[in-house]
């Protein structure tokens, strides 16, 4: 007689090994019922969930209950959804909370949610009282494969977005794909920008993998879900051990979002999701690498075609471009003026070079228009 | 024919040892005009020197002169006077001035002030783009002897003191002697209470050297001063250097501050100067610490003397106990209801340890009033 699956054999596990920072990340479907994935997580006498409007209904009262026994009381806050949010005014209601609380510096936090509940909430547990343990427990695909590794935080300023954060690592990640049942699809195409991304920058393989794959991750293939996160999991986590506090390697993970960057800030935050404009962004950051003889036409196009089917755009928004090039000299890559991008090669490769403002609007203009003879920019 | 002292021989340099995040606290008469104290400094296109508008005024033109040669540009912001602004608000100046700058991520913050604004200026070293490097240029006495060496940075909550903020260390500290002629009599008897502080917690033959040369030291005679700046940030530097993040032992430094932490936040920040508080706050908890058979009452009368001495207040102010207590427990080193002190012994010993409740309340009672007998709070 077959024995049943045991959670270990449904359930993944990946440790980021970064001394006494380590921690787990734990992949699967149903993990917040799985008591293995919540196991050896610090105990204290209170603890947070944070979580916004959207995610909280679903999903809030399952996490308090798993994580009830390992603290005195267990308290949960809504944050409003969306990126909008993602400020200080949003920030400050964590802390108002946790100070109203009493909470101590053993206090928990965890972080139920997107990128922005995840963001806001790592740099809440990093500057109350100089730093709190904080568990991500990520439900959106973006999310999953993006803040899982890497111990990114911030907060988005009038000026800029992440302007104002730090680098701070969790306790742990618990990846459930249960909770992506409820995404809207939408998000689910968001999140599948960074997925597509690590294909070019690190690992060919995984690009051929994936580019036949992308409709049955749209269908939450469990198994090719939790393969494809895994994957982009360890990717990153190999570029990030080598390059914590991103001093060079780690910028390469920014492939696509120095235009992405500029798309979310110069249409205003959250009118396009992140990884739409990462989306958009890969395909022009490929048409940059492709004008300076990095990549091929074909390569291009079929980075194009697979954002397509992944259901994101490709043609940029209309900014000037002189907003363009004003967006992504604030990009935090930027050094004193000069515009820096992450270009790939054919060979899965990519490194961070300063590139010509006229290479770059030749490029927006491109990506702007089907038509090149209808764009606006210099011509080529 | 004797030669000219060199600036070597009128300054002292003290490494503190923090593997790669080591560096050198400057400290002598004249620094801001002396080449070799900013030699090695990070250079870069742009640098912020943030001051208040008293210090400004004074001392940032000095400044700036001596750092333009290792920046494209030096800009200067002034942040409002007090401890009242060491807040969200005030901080976001700094965030909205870098980014207005375009600032990058290699631009290089100086902090030209007192403790506030060198808290305020290394939190948003801290937090813009998850990290720059500062320069500390103290212009207190508490600010060189407390900020100098440890790395905490951090604004207030409404609902406590330094709730929010990081552990970030400076590239940097220049203690100049000579900026402390400008301070005034309060401030350099605020700055003495923490250089009073290190002798009942780590050298009482420092607390010997100390005791008679209190006048001195408010005089301004700068042998006496560098000397006692000196061993208080390497005896600081010692508690540092073996918990950096404040996991035990680093707590002995707040020896005082409990008591001192809630009578700043009960009479409204900036009521009482931080020193000011503090100094009170040694006394009551070398009183505590004799209460628990731990020091001499003839301790705790020298300890009074030396508080008095330096200009500083030993009688608390009036609060309800249940307040005092209140405020308390809202203190970091609190940990789920039990309230922890720093206890001193007749050794120069110190250690953290929770005191129950009625124990306090008669320190406080006793400490507030001259006579018992017209105390509040629990008989004894």
Chains 1, 2 share one sequence.
Not at 47 to 65: F, K, Q, S
Request: net charge negative; glycine share 10%.
């Amino acid at each position: 007689m077959p024995r049943e699956p045991t959670s270990t054999d449904r359930h993944s596990r990946l440790t980021i090994d970064l001394g006494e920072r380590s921690y787990d990340i734990w992949i699967g479907d149903g993990l917040l019922d799985a008591a293995v994935a919540w196991q050896g997580l610090p105990q204290s006498a209170r603890a947070l969930v944070v979580t916004n409007d959207v995610v909280g209904p679903l999903h809030a009262r399952a996490l308090l209950d798993r994580v009830a026994p390992l603290h005195g009381s267990v308290d949960c806050l809504e944050l409003p959804d969306g990126e909008v949010h993602k400020n200080w005014q949003t920030l400050n209601l964590i802390f108002d909370r946790l100070l109203e609380k009493a909470c101590d510096r053993k206090t928990v936090l965890y972080a139920l949610g997107g990128g922005v509940v995840g963001d806001m909430t790592g740099f809440a547990a990093a500057c109350y009282m100089r730093g709190v343990p904080f568990v991500q427990v990520p439900t959106t695909l973006l999310a999953q494969v993006d803040s899982s590794v890497g111990g990114k935080t911030a907060i988005n300023h009038p000026l800029g977005k992440n302007m104002i954060g730090a680098f701070f690592q969790p306790v742990r990640v618990v990846c459930d794909l249960g909770l992506l049942r409820t995404l809207p699809q939408r998000e689910l195409s968001a999140g599948l920008a960074e997925v597509i991304k690590y294909g070019p920058i690190a690992d060919l393989t995984f690009m051929d993998w994936l580019e036949p794959r992308i409709t049955e991750l749209r269908g939450l293939d469990a198994s090719a879900l939790a393969y494809a996160i895994r994957r982009c999991c360890e990717i990153k986590a190999g570029v990030v051990a080598a390059d914590e506090r991103e001093g060079g390697l780690r910028a390469i993970l920014n492939f696509g979002h120095t235009f992405g960057h500029a798309i979310e800030a110069g249409m205003g935050y959250g009118t396009w999701l992140h990884g739409e404009a990462v989306g958009c962004g890969l395909v022009m950051a490929a048409e940059l690498s492709s004008r300076l003889g990095r990549v091929s036409a074909a390569f291009v196009g079929r980075l194009r075609s697979m954002v397509l089917a992944a259901g994101l755009p490709t043609v940029a928004p209309r900014m000037p471009a002189s907003r363009w090039l004003e967006l992504m000299r604030h990009d935090k890559k930027a050094e004193a003026g000069s515009i820096r991008f992450v270009l790939v090669d054919d060979r899965g490769r990519a490194d961070v070079q300063p590139v010509a403002d006229d290479i770059v609007c030749d490029v927006i203009a491109q990506c702007t228009e089907p038509s090149r003879d209808a764009g606006f920019g210099p011509s080529t």
